[in-house]
T-cell receptor, first 114, second 108 residues
Framework: DTEVTQTPKHLVMGMTNKKSLKCEQHMGHRAMYWYKQKAKKPPELMFVYSYEKLSINESVPSRFSPECPNSSLLNLHLHALQPEDSALYLC?????????????FGPGTRLLVL | QKEVEQDPGPLSVPEGAIVSLNCTYSNSAFQYFMWYRQYSRKGPELLMYTYSSGNKEDGRFTAQVDKSSKYISLFIRDSQPSDSATYLCAIGTDKLIFGTGTRLQVFP
């Protein structure tokens, strides 16, 4: 099973709403990632969790709050977002093995902030 | 200079053509070299990965890495309309840096 799942597939929210994006993998991977991807642009790294601890925060605004409840789950809590935060949010996971760092992506959550 | 450079295309080829997609990078410390395919409105799908110079083949796809020139390529043989997508190179060490992606269109 090389699948990373994400829910919901689509999300529309207002600027005052609080919502959460969820990501799940059962590959035993110990690193999980959140990326943001705008249209026709490559993914931009937001957060990295390694062994359930936040290891990289790419200066992401505090209205995005990641959470890693266990080794299989990764959440991204959203609060007071701006319209420019509308994008595809991708989750990925990887398991370092003999120096290789192969990331597998989920299908993404397409977020629209009104 | 960007850490990873990729020609955005678009690249339009007839069915059956050999396609060559390329990326250059600036940091000789980069260890991982990957190619992802992304269909419209979908997440990136891992195609090939390698961490050494040379060629790696998988079906119609060949990934080539030249560390001395800091240059990587993805070749697609016998291209099909279903190969039409954006192809992203991703290079890095503890984190990946993506190229801008090359949009490929294969027409029948």
């Amino acid at each position: 099973d090389t699948e990373v799942t994400q829910t919901p597939k689509h999300l529309v929210m207002g600027m005052t709403n609080k919502k959460s994006l969820k990501c799940e993998q059962h590959m035993g991977h110990r690193a999980m990632y959140w990326y943001k991807q705008k249209a026709k642009k490559p993914p931009e790294l937001m957060f990295v969790y390694s062994y359930e601890k936040l290891s990289i925060n790419e200066s992401v605004p505090s209205r995005f709050s990641p959470e890693c409840p266990n080794s299989s789950l990764l959440n991204l809590h959203l609060h007071a977002l701006q319209p420019e935060d509308s994008a595809l949010y991708l989750c990925a996971s990887s398991q370092e093995s003999e120096g290789e760092e192969t990331q597998y992506f989920g299908p993404g959550t397409r977020l629209l902030v009104l | 200079q960007k850490e990873v450079e990729q020609d955005p295309g678009p690249l339009s080829v007839p069915e059956g053509a050999i396609v060559s997609l390329n990326c250059t990078y600036s940091n000789s410390a980069f260890q991982y070299f990957m190619w992802y395919r992304q269909y419209s409105r979908k997440g990136p799908e891992l195609l090939m990965y390698t961490y050494s110079s040379g060629n790696k083949e998988d079906g119609r796809f060949t990934a080539q890495v030249d560390k001395s020139s800091k240059y990587i390529s993805l070749f697609i043989r016998d291209s099909q309309p279903s190969d039409s997508a954006t192809y992203l190179c991703a290079i890095g060490t503890d984190k990946l840096i993506f190229g801008t992606g090359t949009r490929l269109q294969v027409f029948p």
